[in-house]
């Protein structure tokens, strides 16, 4: 196959505009464009295949064999079957009429949600008919692409889970941000050999962490293999977690971050993905963290800064009525005296949420409130959650931070669930 071909055999023009590469108006794309539109597509980083595109080249052979057109001297992806069947792949099923006395041959493809019809009023010459899309009939095969831009069946659908998780951004070295991702395995989903003493082994547990840029050009890839975790139980839900974490330094812009944890055992693959702003915590201003909610949260003595700290971490966000929980945060660039001393004020927050995650109360509930005197412009706080005060339910948390000096305020927050 040349060069040529295998452009054209995985060119993103024949899901994007057919019809312009049929006409020669535009050329193929090049490799990295193409690149960029099949990544976002792979449905599993850990496998050393994109079957994504796999399966795009295989319904592009599929056209170019089965629905060519001698008559009219058309490659497969150049007629109306092949280019629906390149985005939609084969039919849950599929209807043939016979031509009849001026009724042309008539053939429908079923494929559950929707369905494409074809006509042909002369051999071979089959053409776009119509369609449907629930209870919605459509003529122009330009508003079915409009509504159903493609179709692929994930073949690791029935094995994916997600998982809990927590993307926290702290202000690192040399003008980047300090990237920490925490997440949760349940216990029901990954083979486990052994619980006990606040740790699980896994047998055979492999994890990748991706972070993609715009243009989805691979900018952080770390897979490795898992063999012990620290496990937590939520009594709430009678469930067991272990917990795993990531840190990372990222220049501040857009990404996409994709987490899979596959278990070869019983092939449950628990993953995430996300869009995410890395922030930039550059400039002289007063400035805040993100806000880590924890399990718990242990200081050890002589040590400076974030190390300081041993985080358990909570991407479940959920809490034990009755129980404890911790928070996490860090200010920046607090205004020093001539002496060095700083001044602030900490107020912490909450407002009930509904099921859906809508604000129930728009007012807001000061929990806590205090001032404190430093001495550094950074300062890395935690304090302890006592739950039996907070009803069960979905809460909204924030964090207020004033520098006295200034009268400069910055908040952060997330949401989390005290369970019955």
Known sequence: MSDEEQSLIKSIVLMTDPDALREG??????????????????????????ERLMEHCGRVAYANLRFTDSHRRLEGWETDKGELYIRYGKPQSRFVRAAEIRIPRFEAWDYGSFQVWFANPISSAWRFEGGRVGRVTLNQKKDLVERIREKFKDPYQWDKFRIP?????????????????????????IATDDEGSGYVEFPSLKQGLFFFDASWDTVYSEVLEVSRLPRVYLAGVERHYALG????????????????????TSRAIGSFRDLINVRSF???????????????????DGV??????????????RFDSGGKGALYFEIYNLKQDEFGRTN????????????VGEVQD??????????????????????ELDLRTVPPGLWDARIMVKDLRTDATVTTGDSYRVLW
Request: aromatic letters at 10%; a negative charge; hydrophobic letters at 35%.
């Open 25 to 50: 108006k535009i050329p193929l794309p090049d490799v990295e464009e193409q690149q960029a539109f099949w990544t976002e597509r792979d449905p599993l980083f850990l496998s050393p295949l994109n």
């Open 165 to 189: 998780y927590q993307v926290g951004q702290f202000r690192g070295s040399d003008d980047k941000t300090r990237i920490e991702v925490y997440y949760g395995l349940s216990h029901e989903r």
């Open 245 to 264: 974490s990531d840190r990372l330094s990222m220049t501040p812009g857009n990404y996409s971050v994709v987490f899979e944890a596959e278990d070869k």
């Open 282 to 300: 550059a400039g002289t201003g007063l400035n805040i963290s993100s806000l880590l909610l924890a399990r718990r949260i242990t200081e050890a």
């Open 304 to 317: 400076e800064g974030r190390e300081r700290f041993t985080i358990l971490p909570n991407p479940m966000r």
């Open 344 to 355: 602030y004020e900490v107020t912490y927050q909450l407002r009930s949420l509904t099921e």
């Open 362 to 383: 728009p007012v807001w509930e000061t929990a806590l409130t205090y001032q404190h005197d430093g001495s550094t412009a950074l300062e890395p706080i935690h304090f």
